[in-house]
């Protein structure tokens, strides 16, 4: 069983950043997942184990960068020059040691923190 709990989400204008962080009770590979209103959930960002492999979005490569510090069970999402297309619910998810881009391929997930970038 792993939980995990994410946080920073919260309202910014566009080109501004946020940094969200998420906090599981073990290490595994972690992935970043969004959905909008009405919209599938995507792929956002994901990150090995060890943090020796990152996958991004082609879309999101260049603003996203996904991080994180193995003793706390964290991973980190920086997100610089959002825009409002970025609005959504972000959400971690966890599975073995490889990352994925695969949505079906986690097996935990967080409960999500609102990310909302205004005009």
């Known amino acids: 069983q792993v939980q995990l709990v994410e946080s920073g989400g919260g309202l910014v204008q566009a080109g501004g950043s946020l940094r969200l962080s998420c906090t599981a009770s073990?290490?595994?590979?972690m992935g970043w997942f969004r959905q909008a209103p009405g919209q599938e959930r995507e792929f956002v960002a994901a990150?090995?184990?060890?943090?020796?492999?990152?996958y991004y979005a082609d879309s999101l490569k260049g603003r996203f960068t996904i991080s994180r510090e193995i003793a706390k069970n964290t991973v980190y999402l920086q997100m610089n020059s959002l825009k409002v297309e970025d609005t959504a619910v972000y959400s971690c998810?966890?599975?073995?040691?490889?990352?994925?881009?695969?949505?079906?391929?986690?097996?935990?997930w967080g409960q999500g923190t609102q990310v909302t970038v205004s005009s």
């Open positions: 998810a966890a599975r073995y040691l490889t990352p994925s881009r695969t949505r079906t391929d986690y097996h935990y």
């Open positions: 073990s290490n595994h590979a």
């Open positions: 990150i090995s184990w060890n943090g020796g492999t990152t």
